[in-house]
């Protein structure tokens, strides 16, 4: 299945909860929270209070993104505050077997994440203790960046792994996607796709419900065309 994550790095924070229900009207399924610490990215967002708010005027999954160094530190915080997806980056889990059974442990769905220059292949081991593999498809920290195209082939390999594993986890994409790129990576096999500026950049919350539906209506375009092939 298709769903939309809508990240809400891009929305306007002083209405919060009113971007959130626009995106949800526009059929967005998932709460993207991109956690970043200002040391393993260059920028410093939200954390665990953050989401216990959203868990309290909305039903909707939260998907954390920690991109921050030390996660195990906070995994317990942001289970507690309600997040029902973590995913962690490969290049700072120096026990990542562990981390995400952490994560398991704690009732939270466990995902992994890589960067653009992290291959597919250091995943393989864990694979069949992820709920999702995030592929990052821009060098992670900040929203509106451009798409690199590099994450195609990472999601298409990530897929025949799935396939010859008989294993089910999702697939995952963030940063660039958009109405322009969304239908390459849904071609490929990503079922789970990130997306903030190009659902909230307007401002306008009208159009960010538009922007969302008609994101959608792309995607599982898109997806159908892979199930008639
Ligand atoms: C980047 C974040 C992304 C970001 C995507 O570090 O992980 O989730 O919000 O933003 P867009 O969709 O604008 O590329
Ligand atoms: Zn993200």
Do not use: W
């Amino acid at each position: 299945m298709i769903e939309l994550a809508f990240s809400i790095l891009a929305s306007d924070f002083a209405y919060l909860a009113d971007e959130v229900a626009a995106a949800e009207r526009g059929g967005g399924t998932i709460i993207h929270v991109d956690v970043m610490d200002g040391h393993f990215v260059p920028n410093i967002t939200f954390g665990p209070p953050v989401v216990k708010a959203l868990r309290a005027v909305t039903k909707l999954p939260m998907d954390c993104h920690l991109m921050i160094e030390n996660p195990d530190a906070f995994i317990e915080d942001f289970a507690k505050a309600g997040a029902e997806m973590i995913g962690v980056h490969q290049e700072v889990c120096r026990h990542l077997h562990r981390t995400l059974q952490l994560i398991a442990d704690h009732k939270v769905k466990p995902g992994v994440v890589i960067n653009p220059a992290t291959p597919v292949e250091t995943l393989i081991e864990v694979l069949p203790m992820v709920h999702h593999v995030l592929v990052m498809s821009v060098n992670p920290g900040f929203g509106g960046q451009k798409f690199l195209p590099l994450a195609i082939d990472k999601i298409a390999h990530l897929a025949e792994l799935r396939a010859e594993m008989g294993l089910n986890f999702r697939i995952e994409v963030d940063g660039g996607i958009a109405h322009d790129t969304v239908t390459s990576v849904v071609q490929a096999g990503a079922d789970m796709l990130v997306a903030g500026s190009a659902i909230f950049a307007s401002g306008d919350r009208a159009q960010t419900e538009r922007n969302a539906r008609e994101f959608l209506e792309i995607a599982r375009a898109a997806a159908s065309g892979l199930a008639g092939d």
